[in-house]
């Protein structure tokens, strides 16, 4: 489902999001407004739609007048304070690895509640932004068919753990399988956590990241990153060494 899809389902379905203001912990309310599914393509999308958030919040902090400036500013925002627990920063062994969670502090929140009066010009940005992905993906395909069939088949797989994030963090064998059919360094995970529980969470926190990190690339600063992978339209491929997740 495209970006665009899953805020018109948000929408309708008058669910409110909120998340903090660094920490990236991304909660929707009500429950019982979600489905599987739409919770499935919230998680797909959830650093883009905290992007969106966290632009507004700052902008919102500037602007003098009450007028839409940015893609951003189609959203009300109400603000409140909840405590959240999220992972924030890099396992050092793997620098796009989050670590685990930290629980002693709370964090500002940004609430949002999409108004269907401004679904058109919510549909508008989230249209540029999949059109732009889908066009420096497009690209890459024309320029390096071979390596982008290799991204596409790890990305199909990355994708199907990160839907299965609770699975991951509740069954020990599925996330055995996870990080063998990942390629996951088990010593990356070890090192970081101290429980099998907090080895489990950080395993799904970093398919998440992996997966919202290719997408934040490709979407808005117009490149491809994945592994060893890096190109970009302006200053072609750089095959870095082989990277491990």
Known sequence: MHLRDVLFEIAERGITLSCGLSEDRLNAKPTSALTPELIAEIKEHKMEIIEIMREDEKRRRKRSEQIIQSEAEVFELARERFGVVRSNGSDQSDPRLPRPPRRERQEKMIEVRFSEEEWHLVEQIAQSRDLHRLSVEAQFAKQHPELWEEIRAELQKFNYYNTNG??????????EQAMEDLGLIRESFEEATDTPEEFRSLVAQGIEFVISEYYKAAGKWGSIEWG?????PDTGLDLRKETNY
Do not use: A, M
């Open 228 to 232: 060893r992978i890096s190109w970009r």
């Open 166 to 175: 609770q699975r991951i963090l509740e069954d020990p064998e599925f996330c």
